[in-house]
């Protein structure tokens, strides 16, 4: 079983691999707001104390497949954005990241989910 840093530490060295390699970030349809326009997502920020600080970032989207959409500029493969609640959300919100749903304690979590839910 891995520990949170060491599943933290390969999310990162897939993620600078995927970055280097040119590899797209693909997230859920549902993840991508369209505001004024434009393509966003919540991504969520730096902890500070207990929360974390949502930061609304442009992207730019490309492919569709199913229920993911590729996300061709504007964040790392290594960034979590808001995976729920996110038409509720606005930049600078506090939220507190919580567990990925459908896991139980002992099983081992994916590493390093690229989306979370929010508590508000």
Not at 55 to 79: C, F, H, M, N, Y
Not at 84 to 113: C, I, K, N, T, Y
Request: neutral net charge; aromatic residues 2%; charged residues 20%.
């Amino acid at each position: 079983m891995l520990t949170l840093n060491q599943a933290q530490a390969i999310a990162a060295a897939a993620a600078a691999e995927a970055k280097s390699l040119g590899m797209p970030v693909a997230v859920a349809v549902v993840d991508v707001l369209l505001r004024n326009g434009f393509s966003y997502v919540l991504r969520i920020g730096p902890e500070t104390g207990a929360a974390s600080k949502v930061l609304q970032t442009k992207v730019t989207v490309g492919r569709r497949a199913g229920d993911r959409i590729e996300i061709t500029s504007g964040i790392a493969p290594s960034e979590r954005v808001v995976e729920s609640g996110g038409s509720f959300l606005g930049d600078g919100d506090l939220v507190r990241v919580v567990e990925e749903r459908g896991h139980d304690a002992g099983e081992q979590a994916p590493p390093a989910p690229k989306t979370a839910s929010v508590a508000l």
